[in-house]
């Protein structure tokens, strides 16, 4: 028999968007299966999402604490968790599986503070721990093809950048009708409390910086932005200018505010040699210009695409994917890396291509550099 | 805890592109678990994959026969089976699985012979069992949508119909120098033992009618088409003239010769008060203009999709969910309906929303009627 | 100084609308200048045409017979006129013209009786006169460019095509409610008195043979088709499938009902090395995906078209050209070619580069053989 | 007879892509005809030009200094002029006309300094003469749309403005192998002596200021700016913070190395209600999405469209206008601007829609201000 990871969950009862996501991209391959779970601080729904998934009961915690210790302790205790909580959570959720000795994977902006998130990546270094943060975009077929093409030199030197991510969920903030108690359901997103310093550039905006990066390489030297809240407590909308380690210049704009946007991230890189633009949208193609050529739409799953990275597609062109194979796509190579390690084995680069607490690190420090540009009047922050 | 259904497979050893698609659909809902299977005739294989989902060894089955027979006598044995062999064995495998009186699931085309499609349809009639054809397209939210959408009359009364359903994997089967042997992995495809007497119009064709149908409701009166083969022995390309037994006319297109298209299954309903365009390159959209209005892209899981078949999405708007999610909905409907029989209840209108044998015998009177009509000089067939 | 033409218009009153687009596109160069007309049948509008573009009053006359034979006795005469009245007047008054000694361009459809179309192409070529019928979208760059590609084998050997030419102007034509004089103002055109034996296949319709014929040079030798005009004298919607003089199988549909297209002409031609793709809405660019390959979007004005035909647009890339350059590109190589012939020169194959009485003779050919088929039940006609 | 106006060019001679255009779009509307100009500096060329525009041999003048006078002097002098030369002698010509008493029509930008551009402005205004600068973008008849949408409320309240024009002609510039005379045609572009303190801002940067000051009437209060020469005298490429005088955020980006982009000029507003989104690429549509709507795809000449400004097209749905019309509607305001004026009545406020000095000056202020910002390190400044 195929030897089969056993992970838990902290967050993700029935119902709750990302933690379903999570639950199912991990289904796709049969090589990790659900045992352990604090579902919900809701008795309830606690209960009820153990059953649904065929939990032991003794398996359904109330206290993600107490799920440590005990599955820590145990001779079929979890491989890995899987953190789908709240954001404001993930901090002390993540170190306390760390400091179990568990393997970990959490969902994006990996906490609120740069010294917290310092301490995570430091924890998992130490203690030698898997710990993947899901910027899920990057599992993405297409964002691997464009990543191998930059680096095999297909767009040459790299001379400008541009990514947006828009949405237009948060539209209803800026009703003036509406105040406190008043709003809508989604009002903890611009509560500080909830939210860390930001909500916008937190929540999506980081992806952008997360996915420049993954495709590139390059590192943000320091920016300068504007933000705007509208009236709320946190940012709905920002700009920015960046400029990169190696004298880039690009721009990046994300927004819950822009009507006609459902989840528009759009990354655009222009080099010496050609262009590449990917939407997620339309996550299966990718549009590359070479210089002096026509725009090509390049599709996953067509024999055209020699990359490495082509082949990690599931279906034949022209099937769509979507955002469930992104995600498993990124589980895949966790869960590689980890059965490597339980085998003593080293991972091979195709294996650990996922984003890690290092990534969440960096995502931390750009929606600290943001805010702090924008109150200080849009002076460049250094990150 | 919640009920599980048990299934089982013939057909769909690892790496078999459709019957790994089945499997992670029917992962997506923990309502259901591989138990069973008889998943190749090379036994390497065969056993190889029953030890990937942990299949019992005594339930990896050499033969479908002898598995049909076994699980329908255990207790604990299989609620449906999932047939995903090459096309040539549908018939005689579902034949079995009724006899035995279990539950099926069959890829589509469900047989070759009109006699063969009554057969079973009658047997799964006299024996009260479910029979699903995965028509997959059906079960994107937004073909859901468009459906209920002619139904409340949004587009007036249908006045022209346009389909279209064109690949282009097939190209190198039109070179003049490969010939015999010499073809490539696909000639299988256009060879009449195992495609029946017709490719093209069998593979993709078939799925024109099916949704056409399940969008309007209409049924096709007759038709009078052309096929090309190009010198192969079955078709690779046809168009259809349609009359729809409310005298409405339409036309057809399919292909597998088409340079540039990946999967274009796309359907356009045009009535008096409007139309509707869907297109399975990107099933998270609707285009519906209104009557004298501007075109709207309408958008699975956006607020204003007031149809109840808009509930049906699992992700957020912009966040594309592809063709796993299309097979999981119709998975969704048929295992609830198994689940509601199991418990001596009666399925709602909703559960029953899925492709069942008679949409297979429909198919297969299709492709009878088209090749009937093209071998006769275009002459209207009536169906 | 350049030698310019003098040309006078029949038809063409100001706010006519194709009348106006062909003065515009003639102006595009300074080679012709408007000098004479018998533009509206209604005395005030013929006056108030010739005064807004400054024609000598003696020069605007009330009746085309008149005007062919004064302006064929000046010195100064009228080198060509330019027909762009209704079209059931287009046989008499081009038939005047040419009996005058005087060259014609017309808009089609160029008649409706194919004895009227013959005998203008006879008197045409007997008198060694210049004859051009305006299927204007022959005119855009690139559509010059893929019959370029084509001719260069580009796509290798044809083996489908498919076009469309689809509308929704005529919707509120459906409507019960309406009848007789109770009808919007384009009720003229399903009166068979004003457009012949049909509406839409001879309104749109002849522009896909015709454009078909242009980019591939393959004939049409039999088609079978389906009409319907909901109720009305003349048809609104046809289907066709098409047989080409070398075997190769297509099908064509327009309409006037279609809701959400406006001006909707598409033709696709696929080929064993790959398939070229082009849209009205967007003649700028052409859609080519060689076999195997990514689909390129070609833009007119860009550096890779290397086709001869590349050279033809006026702007550069990026900037849309749209209807009025199509026209004067078609006017550009007619004047070319008349300045030729009246210093005794012979025309490039370049400057006869426009359509002419011939396919004008082709399209009434292809209307008739199509509502002939489509009376027959759908039976092929020979054309 | 109606009156028609009489207009000379400095600059625009044979095969000069603009001046060509603007001649093309004065002729549109036969309301203005050629009679004098100083086409080019080189003799030949200038002789040549008049020949082929049939002037009058002593109307054609060597020198610009010359032809004011001449023409201010003649009793039929020229209503107008067009000035169409390169950038670096706007200001002089411009000048010398209005001093002869003459209309300016003068391409954008204006000129190169701040103060050069007030002298003109207070020249203009002191002689009472019409001064167009033609930012012909605004021509397009969905700007117009647009702008009355904005002004009716239909996107409520501005809350995020978003631009960007970009193109990739200047590619080669990047070569590092080129240097000095070794580089394109292109070369004096980046040559501070014609081409002032910008090149990318200033040649097309600023069409988005001028452009969203036309649809939404704000004002740019300050903005900070990075640009990019890479290596060359000027600019290639700059992103820019935007503050509007009312509050609201926005970004501009222009480039003219961003491979696969031609002539991408894109702008977007979002308000509280609904954004629209319109691009150059395709001028006869816009995107407008109402808040909680569907996006809608609204197209030029349809009935659906109730504003005034829809009116202004001149060709039916469906049938591209492109650029010549979007510069023939610019002229066509102009020109009954000054007919209203000879006639000495006073121009409507729809006929008085065409950009003026004024905007040219603010075009001046908003490229001096990005290369100051730039060079200043990114701080803000004021407008």
Redesign the interface.
């Known amino acids: ?2 030897e ?1 990871l056993r992970y838990g969950m902290v967050g993700g009862s029935l119902n709750a ?1 990302i933690g ?2 999570h639950r ?1 991209a991990i ?2 391959d ?1 090589r990790a299966e659900l045992v352990a779970g604090c579902f919900s601080n809701i008795e309830s729904e606690n209960v009820e999402t153990g ?4 939990i032991a009961t003794d398996r359904v915690y109330a206290d993600y604490m107490e799920m440590a210790k005990a599955e820590a302790a145990r001779p079929d205790g979890i491989d890995f968790v899987c953190i789908t909580t709240p954001n404001f959570l993930h901090y002390a959720i993540a170190k306390e599986f760390l400091m179990a000795g568990i393997h970990v994977v959490c969902e994006k902006p990996l906490c609120f503070k740069v010294e917290e998130a310092e301490e995570l990546a430091a924890l998992a270094a130490e203690k030698d721990l898997v710990f993947g943060v899901t910027y899920s975009y990057t599992g993405n077929t297409m964002t691997k093809v464009a990543k191998e093409m930059i680096a095999a030199g297909k ?1 040459g030197k790299i ?2 950048v ?1 990514a ?1 991510y828009v ?3 948060l ?1 209803d903030e ?2 003036e009708a509406h105040s406190g108690s008043d709003k809508n359901l989604s009002v903890w997103r611009t509560d500080p409390e909830f939210s860390g310093i930001s909500n916008c550039v937190g929540d999506i905006g980081t992806h952008m910086e997360n996915m420049i990066h993954y495709l590139t390489g390059m590192k943000i030297k320091r920016l ?3 933000t ?1 809240s ?1 009236g709320n407590a946190l940012d709905l ?1 920002a ?1 920015m ?1 960046i ?1 990169y380690d190696n004298g880039v ?3 990046y ?1 994300c ?1 819950q ?8 991230l759009k990354v ?1 890189i ?6 590449l ?1 990917w939407e ?4 299966d193609y990718l ?13 996953r ?4 695409i020699k990359e490495a990275a082509g082949a990690c597609g ?12 992104a995600f498993a796509n990124v589980y895949r190579n966790i869960i590689s890396t980890i059965l490597k390690k339980k085998a003593g084995q080293t991972p091979t680069a195709e294996e650990l291509d996922f984003p890690t607490v290092i990534d969440g690190l960096n995502g931390v420090k750009f929606v600290h550099a943001v805010i702090e540009s924008a109150k200080a ?2 002076k ?1 922050v250094e990150l």
Chains 1, 2, 3, 4 share one sequence.
Request: charged share 15%; glycine share 12%; hydrophobic share 30%.
């Open positions: 028999m195929a089969r968007f379903e996501v199912k289904a796709f049969p059953e649904a998934y065929h767009i001379v400008s541009n947006e949405q237009d969920w539209l800026l009703d300068a932005a504007t705007n509208y909308n700009n200018l400029e210049n690009g721009a704009w927004s505010v822009a009507a006609g946007h459902m989840n528009g655009c222009y080099g010496t040699e050609g262009s633009e997620q949208h339309f996550p549009r590359y210009t070479p210089r002096n050529g026509a725009p090509q739409t390049l599709s799953g067509c024999g055209y599931r279906l034949p062109s022209g099937h769509p994917e979507g955002l469930y194979v009047g849009t460049w």
